[in-house]
């Protein structure tokens, strides 16, 4: 009886001691931190700019993500993986393959406006982190072999020349789709951007 009197009093004077659960949505607060992140890019992003927009204490970003750094590569992921998912249905959401590359195109020019964070990490970073190419890479080589499909079957449909390679067509358009991005961010009318979208198309036919 003593020794569970004991114990009690022990929670009650040290209560940092017992487990706290996490108390917020993780993607709810990752999705705010894309945000900012797309916004300022991570140099340009406070740590208090960052727990101010997702909700949360500097203490729980760092128990929950580590730093900054860990937090930013959180970010990218689920923003890519994001991206990947709205790709892939954009390319497939056609009978025919040409018209999903073409819907896949329409929605780079809808949504440019908003900076990619993909894009935006290449170009603040390059190739100097492993850890954020491999995400890149690895994300990079889902939408390529899914391009190279939908070109492979445009090609069988007869609405793409045969001659055409479809790995250097996909790198053709993923090129695209980075300028279009840049050129939203620096200002381009989107009627400009949409010209350069179906000159795109038009150029792998």
């Keep these: 009886m003593n020794a569970f009197i004991i114990d009690c009093s022990f929670y009650i ?57 860990q937090l930013y590569r959180d970010a990218i992921h689920r923003y890519a993986t994001g991206e990947i998912e709205a790709h892939l249905a954009a390319l497939g959401s056609s009978t025919r393959a040409i018209d999903g590359i073409q819907r896949f195109l329409s929605r780079i020019i809808e949504t440019a406006r908003d900076m990619c964070l993909g894009v935006s990490s290449i170009c603040e970073f390059g190739t100097s982190h492993a850890d954020l190419s491999e995400i890149h890479e690895r994300f990079g080589t889902i939408l390529n072999a899914a391009l190279c499909e939908r070109i492979r079957r445009a090609q069988a449909e007869g609405d793409i020349s045969q001659d055409l390679n479809p790995g250097d067509a996909a790198a053709f358009l993923t090129s695209t789709v980075a300028g279009i991005r840049i050129s939203a961010r620096a200002g381009a009318d989107p009627k400009a951007l949409a010209t350069v979208a179906r000159m795109a198309l038009k150029a792998i036919r």
């Design 13 to 69: 004077l040290y209560p940092t001691f017992m487990a706290r659960p996490q108390e917020f949505d993780r993607d709810q607060v990752l999705d705010a931190a894309i945000a900012v992140f797309r916004q300022h890019g991570f140099e340009g992003s406070s740590a208090t700019e960052l727990v101010t927009a997702m909700g949360i204490g500097r203490q729980s970003l760092y128990n929950s993500f580590g730093d900054k750094w």
